[in-house]
């Protein structure tokens, strides 16, 4: 069965991290470019984030220097690092490979 399921999301304040979690079954990632997505309520989901098959990145100016995305191919996972969060960030987060979409995760980030 072919299937993403994210991870790490939750509450934190302002300034603070995450690690999101991004696990593939049923394919191997590492032949997909990968992407993390967020919706925020009442907005449209967002590209925040790519990496492709050949490791190389790309971020939304939004959290250009703030986030990265990395892979570990041993592991067929995919990773989001937050960093220096900001209130804006609060979404759902959902990765993507192919065509098949993870459930998401909730990412709160509020004092």
């Known amino acids: 069965q072919v299937q993403l399921v994210e991870s790490g999301g939750g509450l934190v304040q302002p300034g603070g991290s995450l690690r999101l979690s991004c696990a593939a079954s049923?394919?191997?990632?590492?032949?997909?470019?990968m992407r993390w997505f967020r919706q925020a309520p009442g907005k449209a989901r967002e590209l925040v984030a790519t990496?492709?098959?050949?490791?190389?990145?790309i971020y939304a100016n939004s959290v250009k220097g703030r986030f990265t995305i990395s892979r570990d191919n041993t592991k067929n996972t995919v990773y989001l690092q937050m960093n220096r969060l900001k209130p804006e960030d609060t979404a759902v987060y959902y990765c993507?490979?192919?065509?098949?979409w993870g459930q998401g995760t909730q990412v709160t980030v509020s004092s």
């Open positions: 990496i492709t098959s050949g490791n190389y990145t």
């Open positions: 049923g394919f191997t990632s590492s032949t997909y470019a």
């Open positions: 993507s490979g192919g065509d098949t």
